[in-house]
C-alpha cells in the first residue's frame, strides 16, 4: 500500500522494511482471492479452523499467520498450517508449540502478544511480566522468537503503545515488531513496525455475522 511506503520513508525507512499482513479472517473468499490474484502473498487468520477451511488447499506461494488467539488443543492443528504464530501468550501454549515442533519436526516463526494497554478482555502478556515469559519461552521450551506484536486499546493514542512494545522487544534482542491496524498503521510505521496487519483498508467492513 502507498501509504505503507509514505510513512517508511517519513521515518527514514526502506518501505521494503514493512510487510502488509492482509488479514483475511471473515471475508468472503472473492474479494480475498482479488487480493491475492494482486500479489499480496502474507495473509493473518484469527481462527484455525476458519484458516482451515479457506486454505488448505491454497498455500502455494502464501504466508500464513495466526494472529487470534489460540487454544492449547489446536496447537497441533496451527503448526501443520501456518508459518507465523503472533499470539504466544502463556507457558502452556509455548509447551504445546515447543512439543509440536519436535513431533512434526517443523519451526514456526513465534511473536509474544503484548497486553500493553493491560486490558482484561484481551489476551497477551502483561508488560512488567514481558521479560520474564520471553526468558522461560528460551530457556525452559527452547523457542525461537521472531518478535512482539500488540493491539493498542481502542480509545487510546497508539502511539505510546507500540513505544511501549519497540522497548519490550529491544531490551530482549527481538527486532520484529507486528503492530498497527487500519486506522493506525501508518504511526505504526513510524514507530518502528515491522509489519502491519490490515483487513477493512483492504477489503472494507467484515460483513456481520
Known sequence: MDKIAIAAKASGRDAGDVT????????????????????QTVF????????????????????????GPLQTNKAKEAVALFDVIETLDRER???ALANEFQAQGRTLRLYVQ?????????????????DAF?????QAHGLELEGLMCIPPAEEPPGPHFALLAKIAARN????????MS??????????????????????ARPSA
Open 20 to 39: 502488509l499482513v492482509a488479514v483475511s479472517k471473515q471475508q468472503p473468499w472473492d474479494p480475498v482471492a482479488q487480493v491475492l490474484a494482486a500479489g
Open 44 to 67: 493473518g487468520e484469527n481462527r484455525v479452523q476458519e484458516a482451515q477451511a479457506r486454505w488448505a488447499e491454497r498455500r502455494n506461494g502464501v504466508e500464513l499467520r495466526l494472529i
Open 93 to 95: 501454549l509455548a509447551k
Open 114 to 130: 503484548v497486553n500493553t494497554g493491560e486490558e482484561p478482555q484481551k489476551a497477551g502478556v502483561l508488560p512488567a511480566e514481558a
Open 134 to 138: 520471553i526468558a522461560r519461552c528460551r
Open 173 to 180: 534482542g527481538l527486532a520484529r515488531l507486528s503492530m498497527g
Open 183 to 204: 486506522g493506525d498503521y501508518e504511526t505504526a510505521v513510524r514507530f518502528g513496525a515491522t509489519s502491519v496487519r490490515v483487513g477493512s483498508a483492504l477489503f472494507g
